[in-house]
Structure formats: structure tokens, C-alpha cells
């Protein structure tokens, strides 16, 4: 049996960890075993080469992907596929792990529906924004990533006695910024499921000065305001400073932390062991605290935020 | 009503946070608040102090517990209990939240038997030890600190291309242990519950060594051998450099990390509130990664290791 | 004798060791001690606390300072002066200890020339872009955290193949730019006091992706270029992806690295010594890395930053 | 011309970036360059490698070193150092770059004295014992990570109010202890240059709690006292509970700070100009905060402690 492994889309913390329990899963059962290069752009270029144990070796604790990963728009080309489908044929690989987040999903299902591979697909993505899996690999690590910046910002916050609006990643999902917002004990977290009216937010803040509150956080999530738009209407109505820092990119890189590379081990493990079994479209979660493996193909339609959570945080901090 | 909270045996990060939810969660339904220091000694000695929004400000990132804390032998006779009893009973005070381990789960069984306050137990230990939840307060923040140690020595010991014993805390439980040496990719796992002999790790590490391993990582939960003495005998056995490290008291300080902050956060507020709906004995606790409430008195005997994932972590690493 | 001590400005990691070290000092030689809040601005609202060996206790490893800060513009006013001055009259104080940055040495000059008072200035500014001193309070912290945050970056520099621009602050000196470019292994450095074409930066970026570089690395003071439009102009010309990050905030918090806090030892004992010693007008900095003091009212105009290494550290990351 | 370059003895954070620096200082002139693997048992087993550009890329923030590192005792052998030197001439190698500590000056000055090779020594060492240099390469890391797990213990010891040993490297110098100690705030600190009685630290520590302090932290360099006995003796005498930590081989490891990473740039640089202009024997250092070259073959005699500091530091904590 052959086993190719690719990363694709955004990186997240653990990947490599993820990357290192499918290939040493793979070649524990003796398959001859592959990485994939730059993702489904790698499958196009034939760019593939053969991995043992060594080749893992010393990137369970590296950020990135040693694989290199890339968002590819071409994959959604019928031609561009088959030509990835040829290539894969013309090696002998019948399975194939895919280890990506949200925006990969839609491939994976591609190739399960068109072709006779066994695939298996790996939810990793620091959003947590992925139906069917309660966590995803990295997750775990962009949330303390993130915390830390906002542990730092505090010292600021606290020593000017100013209001500070954090951005934090999470385009269309708020699941970073609640957990975030929760551990770092903000103020007010504006998540994009939940709108909300400036004026609320201002009066919220002003209700903690007046109880005596100098410095607060607010913890914005990508999707939920422009944030310097946000902090000038803050800024009008609340009756001290507002400053606002937008944590960008750091958040997606770092030393994975033992949550991100322990769900990455499990999950990897199992990806190789459900194709072992002769499962054709593969999606690998936690749930209910146990790794589960589901139809990549009647995966739910979304995850819920928490709002009880979201409102309990609120009404315990400010 | 009447609220007092406490913390009790050894420290774990994230009992702040927990102080902060229960102190806040007994603030907001209007109850009167107050901490008591060093845990069941502080009983005894009627030190409390009363608790308000501010006097759990700023220590949601702290390490340790602000209300101080305390192994407490004496507790264990009746009449140096029947003092704390008295002592309540004085201030009015119908609620009790006690934050701790393994250890202090008899004494707060005690209270619940011989008094009618309304006691909620969170279970808050590094060494996640505690039958009748998934996780403690406290255990992530130690796995963290632990691996983050391991990664530095795994530097050193390929630089020098030595074999590394590293204890980490776990007396009768391997919970830390394993998550630690999963986390680390370390080649082997010695926990408590596993009898080993010498001669099979030192045939595990000579097995690395021809494979091309010059460096290895042996994680030994405290319980499971007395390090020096192990390392003696390895490096008969072995055949290069043998060095060992013991973490000690370095794995339970530290800031929390997100994850035992949020929990710390859940449990404090779900204690409190299971108390305004007329519990009387609870134990609070993760469950298929859901808060829930169990009677203190009727907890599971024991929580077993996963020795499948403890044997599928050797089978990939070495 | 009596001596207050207060901080100035924008916050920087060590101040709180810093006045640590300054009310111990003036505690050991039988002092009176003073915290004055909220910088200048405390001065004039007359809000000062007496300060004892616990107060300053278990401050040493958090960032920002207990003392709160302010930017106090009305300082210029010399009627606002002279109110500062009656209140440090009235109360008998004869020493004033500020710790702040290069915005606040103005202020601390017409103190000393217009007030009998005895004075000693202790530099802490995460810039380091203070003449009279090789470093100042909270510079190494600040070069250590943006390190951190771009050591982040690589990874998904890496495993994506992107040039990353990273702002660092740094509005007119690019001294921490220089610092965290070098330690980075930048590609690229830019700092404002070295003008640079945009079309030399490509060319540079270009030239490294021949050689085979796929990710690199673009240090960029603040005060160097507008880092949004600086990644597009670079984008249209760079043969690859092109990414930016904003550091912001961050930079100013965090606990304090060893050297900070131990040069804010050194500082805050030298100042309340050099005071001792009947000197009037004191700073206390670094040189030929022993501390020394100056006339506050002759430092040299200003210190330049190495361009060698900047030329160096350009010639062996390209 | 040919250049190797070789770390030995025991392993500082930093390393990587000195060979890094090395290796690429000494391709910009044109060099042919060599790393030679495992240190002076390199030299004998004519272990070398040839190092481009990209063989020292994405290690400047890696602890350890990539070439490896070993004591070798063997090279006090005239017969061992024969064939080292055959091996070295045979190859063609004319000049030498060694990276270590204070054990590997020894040879480095026997090649010195018994070749025509030109050689560069680069102080690397986590204890900072080397005389002729303000500051060894890793010194600021081993500073930050002991000061690190400290604040972790700092934790622990103030929750159960306990005195805390806190054993640090330093078998013969107590620089990495005085450095720790005052940047932890410290209420004692044990060097092995300044012999101390165990009634005073006793009778120092009862003083703090009769003063109020519950908990204290006594820094104890290896050198200065067997740890778990002197642990023994003070619970004797102190009128609470005392606990100890040993450190351990986490010091020597984990991501060079920004000051260990420029530190070694500037050695790494330095080492191979001062080459190119025809020394012969030469020592990098830091002097009065400059990069300095002196003869190998005259260094001072050692370095002293600053006791003035020490003492300074024991006053104000205590």
C-alpha cells in the first residue's frame, strides 16, 4: 500500500505534529509513504517524495508545515484536478491524508467523490471553525498565543488606565475570541454571531469606570467590527483614553502547545488506522472528548458558539 | 445568603481564576462573599475576609492562590473539625466552595456528613488524579511547563547525542506523564501503573541507537522508578551518555494557561450556581467535555490511564 | 529626608523593579518614601502614598508600573508647575526620583532649574532612544517580545513561502528595529535614520529568491516607512507573495527579562545613592556597561545608532 | 583559503547563531568552509562537512548546536592532537573557529601553540566564568530561563508560604546565581566565591518573617552548597517550612534570547575578520561593551564576582 500526506490552506501550530503520526502510522503498518508538497498545488506538480521515520524527526515541537502548505483557487478547475488525479494514479498512491482547515474541506470532498482514493481528512485551523470536531489541531495554541499578547497589553491597559479594543483572528466565527476573551478575562467580547450597538458597548464600558474599573479589554474577533473604525466611535462616547492593537499574524505560528500536539498525534494515528480499515471518505474529530471518525461527505452543516458561555464571561467580568 | 470559598493542599494554576468565578458567581446572585485563608486551618482559625468585585481583579493570570493554602492533617479529627464547624456556623455562613486535590476530597466528604452546609468541591491538581472528571484545574498549565522543560533538555540531549531521564510529578498516576511524553515525542513512558523492567528500556534505547537515534527521551512519572538509581542502571546497560533531570516544584507555578483558566472559570461558576438550585454535596467536573455536577459522595472509585495510547505513542516514537 | 518617586510616559517592562529598587534604597537609609501617581500629573493633584518595604513587594516580574503613567502635555504650563511645586514644598519632600522616557527628561530639566529640589532621572523607554545611557529600562524586554512574535511569523512565513513585513515601534531611532532585525536574522532591516528606495528592496527580496529563498523576513522601524503601503508597493514587484504584520502594543508590556530588571536595580539604587551623595541634577545610565552618573542638564544631544552592524547583519542574512 | 569551524564542551544557547555567523562571515570573503562535527573528536575522526549559505538557515533560534558537541579528554593526548592536526593538513584547512567554554581553552591554546594555524576562540557558555569577556555566549538565555522557572516557584512558595532552595549552574562561579538571584528578588543568595554559615542564612531568614515575609526564595549556586543538605539544616533552625528545587540541565537549552543571538553574531563575525587580518591566536570578547580580539595565548587570569552588587542585593531584598 502508498500513503501521501499534504497540509493545505492556512498553516496552524501542530501540523507537524500531525504530519509526523500519519507517516510513522503509515509506516508501522509497512506502506510505502509520501509527503505532498505546497498541498493540492504539490499534487498538480507531482511534487511528492518519500518520507521514513527520520524524515519526521525533530518537527513535533516546529510551528508551520515542513510540508510547506498554500490556499489553491486552480483546484476548484476540473482540468487542474485531473491532472492531480492522474498523477496520484500514475505513483500507485491509494490513500491519501489531507491535513487543512475550513476552506479545504471542499477539495477533499472533490476527490472523494471523483476518484477511487481513500482519503482521510485532518481538521486543523486555528478558528476551532470546522462542523464535526469539537477542536481543531492548533486551536488550542493561538488561543494562549493570543492570550499572552492580551496578558501583555494589560500591563499598558493597566498603567495608563486606558480602554484597549484586541482583534483577534475569526473572519466569520467567534470561537478564538471567546476563549480568548474568556481566559484573559475581558471586558466585552465581540464575536461576528452576535451583533451588536456601539452605544451598548460604551455604556458598558462607562458602567466599569464608574465602578471604579481604569483599564478595560475589549476583545474583538476579525469578523465582528473594523476595529479602528470601532475604537473612534468607542473613543467619542467613552469618557477616558482608547487605544486598540490588531494581534495579526502571530497568532498562526509558535510552538504548538501539548493540547494542539497531542489532538494532532490522535488524530493523525487515526486517519491512518480508519483507511487501514478500508474507509473510503474519512473526516477524523474529537467529540464527546473521544476521537471519532465520521463520513467526510454528510459532515453537520455548522458549529454553534456558546452564548450562554459568552454571556456568563460578560456578566462575570465587567 | 452566605458564601465562603477556600483553597486546600498543593497549588495548581488556575486556582485564581476559580476564586475569581466563585467569588463573582456568589456576587451576582447577591450573596454575601468571603474567602478563607489557608485553607481548612483558616476554617479553624476563623480567617476570613470579606470578598468584593475588586478583591479578585487582576488575578485571573496568576499562578498560585491568592487565599493561600495548606495540607491540613489536623482536619482529620473531630475536634479540630468541630472548631471550623462552630466557626461557620457563628458568621451564618450556609455555603461552602472548596477548590483542591485529591487530598482534600475526605475532608470535604466529612463536612457534607456531619454539617448541613451546602458544599460544592472543584477538583484543581496538576496531576489530573481525580475519579469523576476528564481534567482538573491546573493540569494543562503543568503539562505545558513540563513539556516546555523537555524541549529545552531535547537540546542539549542532541547536541551531546545523550539518552535523558526526565521525572515529572505523579506519585500513584501517570495522567501527567503520558500526556508530557506523547506531547514530547518522547521514545519512552514510565508511568506508575505499568510495571517495567530495566532491561526492556535498555533494550528499547540500544534498538534506537542502531536505528540511528543518537538522542532519546525517557519521561518517568515519579511513582514509576527512583530516577538516579534508573539512570544507573540504564547506563550499564546503554550503550552512550546517560543523564537524568527531575522538574520538581517548577511544574506548579506559572501562569495558567487558557485552558485551565476557562476551566477554572466554568467549574467556579457551575459550583456556585448547582449551590443556588439546593445541591447540597457536589462535585464539579468534566464530562465528554461537558460541565457537570456529580454528589460528592457517591464519586467513582478510580480513573484509569489510556494504555492504548500510551502503547501506540511508543510504537511512533522509537 | 524625604523622597518621592513617580513614573512618567509611556510604561516600559522594569519600572516597577525600578521603583522597587528606588524605595528600598531610600528605605535603607531611614527615608520617608513617597509613590507619587500617575506621573507629572500627580505632582499636580498633590496624590502621593507613603511607601513602605511591602509595598514595592512581589512587583519585581510584572510589567508595566504600580505607579500608573500619563503623557502630561499641561506639564509645559508653568502655572501647572508651579502648583507641582507648592505640593512637594508643602509635604517637605526634598528628593523627586523619575523614571521615564526621552518625552520626559524636559520636564525633569525645569524641575531641576526651577526648584531647589534634588533630582535624578532614570531612563526607561523600550526605544533605548535616550542619549547619556547604552540602554535603557525595558529595551531588552521589548527587543525579546518582538523577536518572539517574528520567530512566530517565520513559521508561517515558511510553510506559506511569504515575504513578511514586520512593524517594530520605533518613531525616529531604530534601535530596537536594529536589535530584533539582527537577532531575527532579518533579510531586511529598515530603520528612519537610513533612507532606502523601494526598488533596492525588491531587488534585495528578488535576488534572495534566486539564491533559493522562498520566506523571507523585512524588519521595519515605525518611523522607516508606512509598513501597509511600503508591503503593496513591495508586492508589485516581488516575484512572490507579500504579507504584513503591525506589532503594536505588545512591545510595551510583558514581564520584565532578567537585564531589564537588573539595570533597573542598578539605576534605582544609583539614583537614591547619587541623591545621598548631595547631587542635584542626576541621570543615572549605562556606559562601557558600567552605571554611571551625569549632569541631567549637559547630556550629550544624541546617540547614533551602529550602522555597521546594520550593514553586517544585511550582508550575512542576503 | 579554508576555514572549519567546531563547538565543544558543554552546550549554551546561542551556539547555532555563532556557527551561523561563522560560516557566513566566512563565505562573504570567499572562503571555502567547513563545519567538523562532535568538536575536537571531529578533528581526529576527520569529520567535516562542507557549509554553504543555506547549511546554517533557520537555526539562529535553535538551542543547541547543529554541529554537536562532546568533552573530549582524549585530546590531552599529544598522540589524539597528532592526528587531529594531520587530518587538518591534509584537508587543507588553515584556519580554525572553536565555540565553547572555559574546559575548551585548553586545547584551543595547545593547537595554538603546536600548529601554524590560525585560530579563533569564541566564548560560549551558560556560566560566564570565562575570563577576558564581560559576557559568554548563552549566558543571558541560562540567566532568563533559571529566572523564568523561578517566578514559577515564586508561585508555589508564597501560596503555601514556604522558604524555597533554588539550585543554579555554577560549580566554581557564582555569576549565573548573582545575576538570577538579583533579577528574582532573592532574600538570599549563595555563591561559591563567598563562604557563608548556616545560623546566618538561618537567623537572615527569620528576621524576613518576623518582618511579615512568609515566603522567601535562596538562590544557591552548585558550587556553594550540596542543596538537599543545606535544605536539612536551615528546616532545623527556620521557623517554617522549607522546600528545594534543583534546576538542572533546563539551563543549558531552549531559544537564545535576542542577547545570546546578537552576542554571537557580533563573536561569530568578529572571529573570522580578525582572521582574514592575519592573527593568529586569537580570543573574542565583549569589553566595556565592545567587541574586543585579544591573544588567546595571554588572557587575564579569571574574572571576579561583583560583590559590591551581592551585597547590595541582600540588603534591599531582605
Known amino acids: 500500500m502508498k ?3 499534504l497540509t493545505t490552506g492556512g498553516d496552524a501550530p501542530g501540523m507537524n505534529a500531525a504530519i509526523r503520526a500519519v507517516v510513522r502510522r503509515s509506516l508501522a ?7 505532498c508538497e505546497r498541498g493540492y498545488q504539490g499534487l498538480f506538480e507531482d511534487d511528492f517524495r518519500p518520507m521514513d521515520h527520520g524524515s519526521v524527526s525533530g518537527i513535533i515541537n516546529h510551528g508551520g508545515t515542513v510540508l510547506k502548505t498554500l490556499r489553491c483557487p486552480d483546484f476548484k478547475e476540473p482540468d487542474f484536478r485531473r491532472q492531480c488525479y492522474k498523477n496520484l494514479e500514475k505513483r500507485g498512491i491509494e490513500n491519501l491524508v489531507v491535513i487543512g482547515g475550513d476552506g479545504s474541506l471542499a477539495g477533499a470532498r472533490c476527490i472523494c467523490r471523483e476518484t477511487v482514493l481513500s482519503l482521510a481528512f485532518i481538521p486543523a485551523s486555528i478558528d476551532n471553525d470546522i462542523a464535526g470536531t469539537e477542536e481543531t489541531v492548533g486551536f488550542d495554541t493561538a488561543v494562549n498565543t493570543a492570550l499572552d499578547a ?16 484586541v482583534e483577534v483572528m475569526g473572519r466569520e466565527k467567534g470561537f478564538l475570541a471567546l476563549a480568548v476573551g474568556l481566559a484573559a478575562g475581558a471586558e466585552v467580547t465581540l464575536v461576528p454571531e452576535v451583533p451588536f450597538r456601539v452605544e451598548e458597548v460604551v455604556a458598558d464600558l462607562n458602567e466599569g469606570r464608574e465602578k471604579g474599573k481604569r483599564s478595560m479589554i475589549v476583545v474583538v ?7 479602528p473604525v470601532l475604537a473612534n466611535q468607542i473613543e467619542k462616547g467613552y469618557k477616558g483614553e482608547v487605544r486598540y492593537s490588531i494581534l495579526g499574524y502571530v497568532q498562526r505560528g509558535g510552538v504548538p502547545t501539548a493540547r494542539s500536539r497531542n489532538l494532532a498525534f490522535l488524530f493523525g494515528a487515526r486517519a491512518v488506522e480508519a483507511l487501514k480499515e478500508g474507509n473510503k471518505a ?6 464527546a472528548n473521544r476521537v471519532v471518525t465520521r463520513n467526510l461527505l454528510e459532515l453537520p452543516e455548522k458549529k454553534a458558539l456558546d452564548l450562554e458561555i459568552l454571556n456568563l464571561a460578560h456578566l462575570l467580568a465587567s
Open 3 to 5: 500513503l501521501a500526506v
Open 29 to 35: 503498518f509497512g506502506w510505502e509513504t509520501f509527503g
Open 150 to 165: 492580551i496578558d501583555k497589553i494589560r500591563d499598558t491597559a493597566t498603567s495608563h488606565e486606558r480602554v484597549f479594543l
Open 221 to 227: 474577533a476579525e469578523g465582528a467590527a473594523e476595529v
Open 282 to 287: 474519512v473526516f477524523v474529530g474529537i467529540e
